[in-house]
Structures are given as structure tokens and as C-alpha cells.
């Protein structure tokens, strides 16, 4: 994958993610509040939840090509969209 992708992924995915989530909550509206479990309560913070483990996810486990060598290059933590390759040890 391109870095370029992997940005847009990034940023898109726990969009989805999150808005996945709401749906889902939105699907068990009626049993959630059946049981008084405070569905509004349950959409933010679960749907925050799934944001954060895609991001999480997207930055771990997706690898970028590296322009270098080819090999396999993951996020550095915080800086944000640079990447450094497990192969030739160059970030980019």
C-alpha cells in the first residue's frame, strides 16, 4: 500500500468505524433501553472505542511499501504518517 492510501485509510476508517458502531446502536435501540442501558451513552462511547482500535489497527498492523527496498514499513509512533521500514531501516 501506498503512504498515500494508508493516510486516507487512516483517517477514513475510524470515520467508518465509528459511524458502523452508531448504526449497530441504532439497530438495538428498543433492547438497550429495555434493559436501561442509556443508548445515547452507549453510542459515543462505544463508538469511540472502535475509532480508536481501527486507528490503532490501521497504524499496527497495515504495512506500507517502502520506496527504498520494497519491504514492509509501519507508522512511527507519534509522528504522524511517517513510516520506517522494517528491512532497510530508512523512514520515509
Request: net charge positive; charged share 15%.
Amino acid at each position: 500500500m501506498s503512504s498515500s492510501r494508508h493516510f486516507v485509510l487512516s483517517f477514513f476508517g475510524p470515520v467508518v468505524a465509528f459511524g458502523a458502531f452508531c448504526g449497530f446502536v441504532g439497530l438495538i435501540w428498543r433492547w438497550l433501553e429495555h434493559h436501561q442501558i442509556p443508548p445515547l451513552v452507549t453510542m459515543m462511547v462505544g463508538g469511540l472505542a472502535a475509532a480508536m482500535a481501527t486507528r490503532w489497527f490501521v497504524r499496527n498492523c497495515v504495512p506500507v511499501r517502502c520506496p527504498f527496498c520494497g519491504g514492509k514499513s509501519y507508522e512511527i509512533p507519534e509522528r504522524g504518517n511517517r513510516f520506517m521500514c522494517r528491512v532497510c531501516g530508512k523512514d520515509h
